[in-house]
């Protein structure tokens, strides 16, 4: 252990603590920008000098290790100058333009100079005038926002192991980009928003779409649908000043009719209908030797993500569209002929705690009910903004109930919003079909957790299938490594590109830290104890869609309008 002294506190530490985290057990606020702990931890904004006793200049304290008897002062006027000297020089670099920016009200840099305590900005000069980069369908880059902080570098390169953004150019001119210059759309970019959310500043956002949804809301000629992910559910209160982790189904689904939605459906209805295609496609495969390890495709990010790095290994994908997607399919065909309305005169909204979902109704397999079978997507953030710009605040709003047919759902749709919750329904399902007998223990508690690759094995059918669970893009290519080095065996793998799986996704409220990561997981916990019926064949509105519309799992009709096929 190492003992220092800050600002006339002792503290004792062990080794290799940097000064900013020995401070932190103090309860010493030491500011930064560029800062997160373990990821990047390079002390490029100079925001978190300290005076160190003995030393000739300020030292950055989110790099500087503890050294025995050393002697820190983190607020002598020396520091607390340069400390607002460094954020007016970033500021001087910076556009203006707080009142219209879409983080307006969680912008880092915004709230760092109020903390330090800048009053006005001494300096001007030369300004980036690097081009605004809207050429995706999913996320916008304001490089004269960037701070050049590299937040989003290390996500992108050490959670994700994608490595779309580095650093270009030197001094003045420094940027990030993609690779030679290529806009997000050309490069191999999975559209994440891991990216979004650890941006400090509005250099990084996704690309909003509430301005065509107030546009269809306004427009009678429209029958407009709107379906509500998992993890939507536990996370928009956030957006509206409630504690992380909320159940707020009831009150989401009020404050949706109220915005003027036609219907107010359930993506987790979808998820259901998921599992039953999904679940049979597994049987499937183990009774006729398909290819082995199936694995989910119901997370956009993540099929981008293989569809560029691991195209050998696309067999191995479910053909199985993600649930939103078979819901859009679904809401303009059985649903449009079920209620006598025209198909096209349908405006299906998905609300959304991902990015990479503005991307995947742009693919052109998504067109199965002869219309692009999703119309818009909106991030979490997104409907937040919508709510309080209706002023709707949750708080004075009845519970409500989800429109029928396409809102009832089980426990077992709405823990896809959690890592390991789709393999768990999928577990739930496909262990009761095959042995005919109710399970003994429906939560899979193996398959739950946030520990970045899981492991379990279940019997089924007197055979042992192996399972893995995989979160965080990093993690699901050391899966795919050892898979193809024929390093591992499984039967069925679940991969979801962000860091706890939906409730972790790209379009949720800022910040979106593991400690609130946790929060929402309990909440997606809680929803499923909670619900009338837990398993997906258990649903009433699926069986009735199966009887009515699809025949059975992996029909002709469900071929059609709820699978796709991948090409490398
Ligand atoms: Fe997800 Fe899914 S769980 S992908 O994480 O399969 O986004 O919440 O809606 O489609 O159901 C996201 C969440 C979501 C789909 C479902
Ligand atoms: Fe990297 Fe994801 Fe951001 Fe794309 S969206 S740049 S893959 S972190």
């Not at 560029?34 to 978190?48: S, T």
């Not at 760092?112 to 030369?126: D, H, M, N, W």
């Not at 691991?310 to 059985?334: I, N, R």
């Amino acid at each position: 252990m190492v003992q220092l002294t800050i600002d006339g506190q002792t503290v004792e530490v062990p080794a290799g603590t940097t000064v900013l985290e020995a401070a932190r057990q103090l309860g010493i606020k030491i500011p930064t920008l560029c800062y997160m702990k373990e990821l990047n931890e390079i002390g490029a904004c100079r925001v978190c000098l300290v005076e160190v006793q003995g030393a000739r200049t300020l030292q950055a304290a989110c790099v500087l290790p503890v050294s025995p008897g050393m002697v820190v002062n983190t607020k002598s006027p020396a520091v607390r100058e340069a400390r607002r000297t460094a954020v007016e020089l970033i500021i001087s670099d910076h556009p203006q333009e707080c009142l219209t920016c879409a983080r307006n009200r969680t912008c880092e840099l915004r709230v760092l100079a109020e903390e330090v305590g800048v009053r006005q900005i001494p300096y001007t000069g030369a300004t980036t005038q690097l081009p605004v980069d809207a050429s995706s369908p999913s996320i916008v880059r304001d490089p004269r926002k960037c701070v050049l902080c590299r937040r989003c570098v290390a996500v992108c390169q050490q959670v994700q192991q994608v490595g779309c953004l580095q650093a270009a150019e030197r001094g003045f001119d420094t940027n990030i980009t993609p690779a030679f210059g290529d806009n997000l759309n050309e490069a191999v970019c999975t559209f994440c928003g891991q990216c979004v959310l650890v941006c400090p500043t509005g250099a990084l956002t996704e690309k909003n779409e509430t301005a065509r949804v107030w546009s269809v809301l306004a427009n009678p000629e429209k029958h407009v649908v709107v379906q509500v992910a998992p993890a939507v559910r536990v996370s928009i209160g956030e957006e509206l000043g409630y504690e992380p982790g909320t159940v707020l189904t009831g009150k989401l689904v009020a404050a949706l009719r109220r915005l003027g939605f036609d219907r107010v459906f359930d993506t987790n209805f979808a998820a259901d209908l998921t599992i039953m295609e999904e679940g049979h496609e597994l049987l499937e495969r183990l009774e006729e030797g398909g290819s082995l390890p199936l694995i989910t495709s119901c997370c956009p990010g993540w099929v981008k993500y293989i569809e560029h790095f691991f195209p050998d290994l696309l067999k191995h994908l479910s053909s199985c569209k993600s649930p939103h997607q078979m819901f859009g399919a679904v809401a303009k065909t059985y649903y449009a002929s079920k209620h006598g309305i025209d198909p096209a005169s349908i405006v299906v909204v998905s609300i959304m705690p991902c990015t990479a979902k503005k991307f995947e109704i742009q693919r052109p397999e998504m067109q199965a009910s002869s219309y692009q079978d999703v119309d818009i997507v909106l991030t979490t953030r997104e409907l937040g903004a919508m709510l309080r710009e209706a002023g709707l605040d949750l708080r004075n709003l009845p519970d409500e109930d989800f429109d029928q047919p396409l809102g009832q759902s089980t426990g077992a749709g709405v823990i896809f919003g959690t890592t390991g919750g789709v393999m768990e329904a999928a577990l739930r399902t496909v262990a009761e079909v095959t042995s005919g007998q109710p399970l003994a223990e429906i939560e899979f508690q193996q398959v739950r957790g946030f520990n970045g690759i899981k492991e379990a094995e279940v019997e089924l059918k007197g055979r042992r299938l192996k399972l893995a669970v995989a979160h965080g893009l990093a993690n699901a290519k050391q899966l795919l490594t050892a898979l193809q080095k024929g390093e591992a065996e499984y039967h069925f793998i679940e991969i979801m590109a962000c860091h706890g799986g939906c409730i972790g996704g790209g379009g949720q409220p800022i910040p979106t830290t593991w400690e609130v990561r946790q929060k929402r997981a309990q909440g997606i916990y809680q929803c499923d104890s909670q619900a009338r019926f837990r398993k997906s064949h258990e649903n009433p509105a699926i069986k009735e869609l199966y009887a009515e519309f699809l025949g059975h799992p992996l029909s002709h009709k469900s071929h059609q309008l709820l699978h796709t096929r991948y090409q490398p």
